[in-house]
Every structure is written in structure tokens, then in C-alpha cells.
């Protein structure tokens, strides 16, 4: 019997050291990821179809490096693998070692792709080396550089979209309204340049006599702040009505953290909205799922410096499945509104994002206890819309989009001296709006393909005890079953050889 069960093992072993041979040779592989990471999207295929001409890419990458680094090498090599095979020969690649050389050291770094430092262990100490992971894609004369493959980041994206920008020939205008007190494309700086990868990006100045330029094909307005003459909105009126798209960041409410107090705001944006279909409340989000802020606390000793969890600060973790949502995880708000869709059937109202299973929506004006302990009961609503996005025919007869998101500031870094680094959501949430409204290639959906960060201090409560239990009884099952399992197979082994035995006798 046993003979027979290490034989079946064995066979099984060898079958599947053969299977991955044989995938590994001819680079077949089986996806069971989430996102399907290792599978090319219809829009990589679009993108591979169109091409002209041939796509050269020189993939700078170390070897004889750490498994994670190592990883990326190979998930880079058998990607590009695909995208020759998909093409038909077009994208044509080479990888070079810059560390065996000092002339491809300095090729890579001259063609753009820098080193980074990374720490290697070797004979049981810890050195530094340098590591290339780049590329350099060249087409019809013209050059594009991903100067870092970032480990488990969205390659098909980084790779798609560079070849898109090398081969597309007029790349659409998206206008940012200005004159209003929005923020200016300076203070936009993740965004803009997210952006600039497949568009053209320039500030809209309106008047009473100009008109939004026939070119632009998404104008954006983020966070007004003065405000705006019916005249300008007329002429947003006529942009749409020839089946331009908006894209619109509001603020409805400011919190002033120095005074500790909350207010309404109008600039006339929120009555243009409600006309559209969408009306933007002028109430305060607060959520138990939320960040932090720092204060200054009196103790003993002195002044101390410490974090409190701000509910009015929320963290959005729950969206759609639409294209603009999907695959995003976390997108921080500061003192977000809800929004209600009041429009008529003739509109096609699609919610985009959605506050936490304990929250609430608190009316303006509002006075902020920084110390005070939330419980349970100061969160009694659940997803509430914060993003949506309102589709149909709105001032004519051509239809168009409008996306709406109740915080004006989310996608904003601030002046270049005092610029913050965002949420990488937040800069994916306007990005993708964009991409949603103006790009018909499908790379929305590329950009948050990938392997994703899930900190589980965001998790409910419930999910992280049964996550803890889980990790901590499972083994300990698992254990005490093979155990059982044993003990049963020994003990029909006796009796049968007792059986045996018995009859004989």
C-alpha cells in the first residue's frame, strides 16, 4: 500500500515539475491574480495592433540580485515576451546587464535609467550595490524612458503607455478652468503629470466673450474658491452642449483647524451642478475609517506632539466597479460632502464612491472637538456618495459626462516650496475620470493593475479578528488533523493485522 501511495506521488511530482517546464519553455502561463496581472488587456492589443512600425525596447536590468529585484527581471522579460508575440513581431527587445560593464553602466544612465542602491547580503554582511531596473522604447525616431520598474507595480500600464504616447500622433487637450481661485496646474503636480503621459494639459481663462477652445475635450475645475459669473457658466453650459466633459472637485464646506470651527462655502458651482443632476450637500463627512491629525498636548513635562484620528478627515475605501473606480483602495478626503442625484430619468447617475459602514454627514456650520472620544453612535449612516459620475444629454442634443467628487482639495500637492506627496489614489481618481471621459483606449483600466498595498490597520474590526484567529488556529488544525489522520490509519492497521492474525489462527 505504501509502495503504491509513494509511486502516485512521485508521478505527481514529475507531472507537475513537466507542466511548468513545458510553461516555462514555451512561456505558457495560467492567471488565477485577482486583477489578472499577467494577462494583456484588450487595450494593451489595441495599442499593439495600431503600431506602424517596429517598437524597440532596451530593458536595462541587473542580475545576480535579490529575489524581489530578480522577480521583476522576469516578470519584465516574459511580459515583453508577450507583447512581441501579441504584435506580431513589432515590439523587438534586448536586456542588458549595465553592472557587467562600465560602458553599459554609463549607456543606461545616459539613455535615462538611473541606479538605486540596494542592500545585497554576502558572505554574511550587508553591502550596497547598484541595481538597474529600466527601460528605453524607441519608435519612429522618437524616445520614452521608464527609468524604474517599480517591484509589483503595474507594468502592463508603464509599458502600454509609453508605447501610446510614442505612436499617437495628436494627443487630446484637457482644459483646467482657471480664474475662479481654483488651484493652478503648478499645485496639481502628480496629477499634471500622470496626465501628460497621453494628453496635452493647459489653464481655461473664461470671459464674457470667450468661449471654453473647441479643442480642449475635458475641462477640469478643482476647487474653486471665488465666485462664478453666470456668464462663465453659460459658457460651460455651451461646452457641454456640444458634448465636452467635466470633470469637477468642490468644495461645499472649509474647516478651519486654528479656530476649530467649520463653514458652508458658495461660488455658484453648487447651483450649477444641481441643474446637471447632481446636488452637492453642504454638510460635513465624517467616518470612523479616517486619518489622522497632529496636535499639541499639554503633558508634565511639557508640550508633546501627538496623533489623533480625525473622523472629519475620512478615508474612502469602498467604490464601484465602474472604470473610474475600479481597482483603487484608499483616496484620504479633508472635510468631504455628500452628493444626492436629483436629476430625471434622462440621466444616467452612476455612484463612484462611497463612505465606510460607519459614518455620517454633519450640517454646516460645524464646531470641531479635537478631543473628543467617537463612538459607535456618532456614526449611523453608511455609504454615502462622495464621488459620481452623471452621463446623458445635458444642454443640447450631444451627449457628454460630468464627474463629481465632494472635496475640491484631494487631488491637490499645494506650491511647489510646500508640496505634500498624495495618496496614490487620489492622483488615480482624477486621472481616471479624465481617462474615463476623453480616452477610449481602455488604459483606465491598466493604471491600478498590479499588485496593491491593503495595510490592515484599514480593515474592519471584524475582518482582522477573523484574519488573527484565522493565522493562529489554522496551523494548529491543520496539526492536530494530520494528527488524527495518523492515529486513525495506524489504528486500522492493527486491527486489520489483528484481523489477519486471527484467522490464521
Not at 494577462?39 to 495599442?47: E, F, K, W, Y
Not at 460645524?366 to 459620481?388: C, G, H, M, R, S
Not at 482582522?464 to 488556529?473: E, P
Request: glycine letters at 6%; a negative charge; charged letters at 20%.
Amino acid at each position: 500500500m505504501s509502495q503504491k501511495l509513494y509511486l502516485s506521488a512521485g508521478l505527481v511530482i514529475l507531472i507537475i515539475v513537466a507542466v511548468n517546464l513545458v510553461g516555462h519553455e514555451f512561456h505558457l502561463r495560467l492567471d488565477f491574480t485577482e486583477d489578472q496581472e499577467y494577462t494583456l488587456s484588450d487595450a494593451t492589443g489595441n495599442i499593439l495592433e495600431e503600431l506602424e512600425d517596429p517598437v524597440t525596447v532596451k530593458a536595462y536590468f541587473s542580475q545576480n540580485m535579490p529575489p524581489d529585484i530578480a522577480r521583476t527581471r522576469q516578470d519584465f522579460q516574459e511580459m515583453l515576451i508577450e507583447y512581441a508575440n501579441r504584435s506580431d513581431g513589432k515590439v523587438v527587445y534586448e536586456f542588458i546587464n549595465p553592472n557587467a560593464s562600465d560602458a553599459d553602466e554609463k549607456e543606461a544612465i545616459n539613455n535615462g535609467v538611473q541606479p538605486v542602491m540596494i542592500n545585497v547580503r554576502e558572505k554574511d554582511q550587508m553591502k550596497q550595490q547598484k541595481a538597474f531596473l529600466g527601460a528605453v522604447l524607441t519608435y519612429d525616431g522618437k524616445q520614452e524612458v521608464i527609468p524604474f520598474v517599480h517591484p509589483g507595480a503595474a507594468m502592463e500600464y508603464a509599458l502600454s503607455t509609453a508605447i501610446k504616447k510614442l505612436s499617437v500622433k495628436e494627443r487630446p487637450l484637457i482644459g483646467f478652468l482657471s480664474g475662479h481661485g481654483e488651484a493652478p496646474l503648478d499645485e496639481l503636480i502628480e496629477a499634471r503629470e500622470a496626465l501628460s503621459v497621453l494628453y496635452t494639459t493647459q489653464e481655461v481663462r473664461l470671459s464674457d466673450t470667450t468661449d471654453i477652445p473647441p479643442a480642449v475635450k475635458t475641462l477640469v475645475i478643482v476647487r474653486p474658491t471665488d465666485s462664478i459669473p453666470a456668464s462663465h457658466l453659460a459658457r460651460l453650459d455651451a461646452f457641454m452642449a456640444r458634448g465636452g466633459n467635466v470633470v469637477v472637485a468642490i468644495n461645499r464646506v472649509d474647516g478651519n483647524l486654528q479656530n476649530a470651527t467649520g463653514s458652508a462655502i458658495a461660488t455658484g458651482m453648487e447651483k450649477w451642478l444641481a441643474t446637471k443632476g447632481l446636488e452637492v450637500q453642504d454638510d460635513f463627512v465624517v467616518d470612523a475609517k479616517c486619518a489622522a491629525i497632529t496636535v499639541q498636548q499639554q503633558m508634565a513635562f511639557g508640550m508633546m506632539q501627538q496623533q489623533l484620528q480625525f473622523p472629519y478627515l475620512p478615508v474612502i475605501a469602498s467604490f464601484s466597479g465602474h472604470p473610474i473606480a475600479k481597482g483603487l483602495e484608499a483616496v484620504v478626503m479633508q472635510f468631504a460632502s455628500t452628493i444626492r442625484f436629483v436629476g430625471d430619468t434622462s440621466k444616467r447617475f452612476t455612484p463612484l464612491a462611497f463612505t465606510s459602514g460607519q459614518s455620517n454627514a454633519l450640517k454646516a456650520p460645524q464646531y470641531f472637538d479635537i478631543q473628543k472620544q467617537w463612538t459607535e453612535a456618532d456614526f449611523p449612516q453608511q455609504q454615502l456618495v462622495v464621488a459620481a459620475l452623471v452621463e446623458g444629454k445635458f444642454s443640447g442634443n450631444t451627449r457628454a459626462g460630468l464627474v463629481v467628487v465632494g472635496d475640491g482639495d484631494f487631488p491637490i500637492n499645494g506650491p511647489q516650496q510646500q508640496a505634500r506627496r498624495l495618496q496614490p489614489d487620489n492622483v488615480h481618481l482624477l486621472v481616471n475620470s479624465v481617462d474615463y471621459l476623453s480616452d477610449d483606449t481602455g488604459l483606465i483600466d491598466l493604471r491600478t493593475k498590479g499588485a496593491t498595498a491593503r495595510p490592515i490597520h484599514q480593515l474592519e474590526d471584524g475582518t482582522k479578528t477573523l484574519l488573527k484567529y484565522t493565522n493562529f488556529l489554522l496551523p494548529v488544525l491543520l496539526a492536530v488533523g494530520y494528527g488524527v489522520y495518523r492515529a486513525q490509519r495506524n489504528k486500522m492497521k492493527r486491527y486489520k493485522w489483528m484481523s489477519e492474525n486471527y484467522e490464521e489462527a
